[in-house]
């Protein structure tokens, strides 16, 4: 399978769903600017997840050390020990007992799934699926399934803008106003809900441990302790402090105001949206069309081109039914019902539909189908 091409063009949500779902196995090379990632799958699963270019304090020794796991004198001791046997670092610190081989473990799959969520941020670059054999290194993650890995990275993309209102700055410190209540069945997941990672970052904040250091000293990665931070400030908690001379947040007007006019903001918008696409998107590719330009999409990057165009008006249409009916449909045909689409408008320029999942009242996945 020959895979390449631009992120504009080909999103690495879709990137992930093709090659775990055809169940490749091979290498998958992820480029832009100074920055470049490597992937390998194994039979459709991810056994592996590197920054080529990984900056020093992201080197897994670093993050030891800036976890608290292991001293600065510990780690220069196992460097040295490394030089001298080649021995690989995690060998080297677990017959020392500097740290379990457990946690270890788990440091490397923290390391490279930041690595792999990383990617769902980055808004151009190039990539490349390199068909090839991939052998699990001796410190290898545990197989991460690719549907699990997009599903997880469009849950933080949908919710990073909503933390980052309450957790906007690296350098804020967190105080305890009250008690957690008493832990109470299985709780946790959602924004709002209190559980076991907004319990271990409670019992971890202390006065001048900023944002940066409860990220390093979790292990449970930047968005997960965001994510339980958020939820400690708005269930009133914990309350953040400002770095002296900061700008002094919103006022509640202001938010009041920014509440009120989102709704209607975001109804004027999705209007827009989809009033300029059926002015974007030329008659003559239309799906009413269809038929008489099938040659047309003989070629793949056409079919991309077009379908690029075709999601904004399927993603348009989910906003007005949720505004509408308060939230997203569990089929996409449900839009043909409320009269917002045409049938074919829903597999166009291909030949399936697109492959459409409701997550929650606001979050869905839409991608193109496998071909």
């Given at each position: 399978?020959?895979?390449?091409?631009?992120?504009?063009?080909?999103?690495?949500?879709?990137?992930?769903?093709?090659?775990?779902?055809?169940?490749?196995?091979?290498?998958?090379?992820?480029?832009?600017?100074?920055?470049?990632?490597?992937?390998?799958?194994?039979?459709?699963?991810?056994?592996?997840?590197?920054?080529?270019?990984?900056?020093?304090?992201?080197?897994?020794?670093?993050?030891?050390?800036?976890?608290?796991?292991?001293?600065?004198?510990?780690?220069?001791?196992?460097?040295?020990?490394?030089?001298?046997?080649?021995?690989?670092?995690?060998?080297?610190?677990?017959?020392?007992?500097?740290?379990?081989?457990?946690?270890?473990?788990?440091?490397?799959?923290?390391?490279?799934?930041?690595?792999?969520?990383?990617?769902?941020?980055?808004?151009?670059?190039?990539?490349?699926?390199?068909?090839?054999?991939?052998?699990?290194?001796?410190?290898?993650?545990?197989?991460?399934?690719?549907?699990?890995?997009?599903m997880e990275g469009f849950r933080m993309v949908d919710e990073w803008p909503v933390i980052r209102q309450?957790?906007?700055?690296?350098?804020?410190?967190?105080?305890?106003?009250?008690?957690?209540?008493?832990?109470?069945?299985?709780?946790?997941?959602?924004?709002?809900?209190?559980?076991?990672?907004?319990?271990?970052?409670?019992?971890?904040?202390?006065?001048?441990?900023?944002?940066?250091?409860?990220?390093?000293?979790?292990?449970?990665?930047?968005?997960?302790?965001?994510?339980?931070?958020?939820?400690?400030?708005?269930?009133?908690?914990?309350?953040?402090?400002?770095?002296?001379?900061?700008?002094?947040?919103?006022?509640?007007?202001?938010?009041?105001?920014?509440?009120?006019?989102?709704?209607?903001?975001?109804?004027?918008?999705?209007?827009?949206?989809?009033?300029?696409?059926?002015?974007?998107?030329?008659?003559?590719?239309?799906?009413?069309?269809?038929?008489?330009?099938?040659?047309?999409?003989?070629?793949?990057?056409?079919?991309?081109?077009?379908?690029?165009?075709?999601?904004?008006?399927?993603?348009?249409?989910?906003?007005?039914?949720?505004?509408?009916?308060?939230?997203?449909?569990?089929?996409?045909?449900?839009?043909?019902?409320?009269?917002?689409?045409?049938?074919?408008?829903?597999?166009?320029?291909?030949?399936?539909?697109?492959?459409?999942?409701?997550?929650?009242?606001?979050?869905?996945?839409?991608?193109?189908?496998?071909?």
């Amino acid at each position: 399978m020959s895979l390449q091409g631009t992120l504009k063009d080909f999103g690495i949500g879709d990137i992930l769903q093709l090659i775990g779902q055809q169940q490749k196995t091979g290498t998958l090379h992820v480029r832009a600017k100074d920055q470049e990632v490597r992937i390998g799958f194994n039979d459709g699963h991810i056994i592996k997840a590197e920054s080529v270019t990984r900056k020093r304090k992201e080197l897994i020794g670093a993050m030891l050390v800036r976890s608290e796991l292991i001293t600065e004198t510990q780690l220069e001791a196992a460097l040295e020990t490394q030089r001298r046997t080649l021995k690989r670092l995690g060998d080297v610190l677990v017959s020392s007992q500097a740290l379990t081989a457990e946690r270890f473990q788990a440091m490397m799959q923290l390391q490279a799934t930041e690595t792999l969520y990383r990617l769902f941020t980055w808004k151009s670059g190039t990539y490349e699926f390199i068909q090839e054999p991939v052998e699990p290194d001796a410190e290898a993650i545990h197989p991460l399934r690719a549907e699990t890995v997009l599903m997880e990275g469009f849950r933080m993309v949908d919710e990073w803008p909503v933390i980052r209102q309450k957790i906007h700055r690296d350098d804020l410190v967190f105080e305890r106003i009250k008690a957690l209540p008493q832990p109470r069945g299985e709780e946790g997941g959602e924004l709002g809900a209190i559980g076991p990672s907004e319990r271990r970052i409670y019992d971890e904040l202390s006065p001048g441990r900023d944002l940066r250091k409860l990220v390093d000293i979790s292990c449970l990665g930047e968005f997960e302790t965001c994510k339980a931070l958020y939820n400690l400030v708005k269930g009133e908690y914990v309350r953040p402090i400002l770095p002296e001379g900061a700008p002094a947040p919103v006022s509640g007007d202001q938010r009041l105001l920014a509440r009120v006019a989102g709704p209607l903001g975001r109804l004027v918008a999705t209007v827009g949206v989809l009033a300029a696409v059926v002015l974007v998107v030329p008659r003559a590719l239309r799906p009413d069309h269809e038929a008489g330009v099938a040659a047309v999409f003989a070629d793949s990057a056409a079919q991309r081109h077009v379908s690029q165009a075709q999601r904004v008006r399927i993603e348009a249409a989910l906003e007005v039914f949720r505004l509408e009916r308060g939230e997203l449909p569990e089929r996409l045909d449900s839009l043909v019902q409320a009269g917002l689409l045409k049938p074919g408008e829903l597999k166009y320029p291909w030949r399936e539909e697109y492959y459409y999942r409701r997550l929650a009242a606001r979050q869905f996945i839409l991608l193109p189908p496998l071909r």
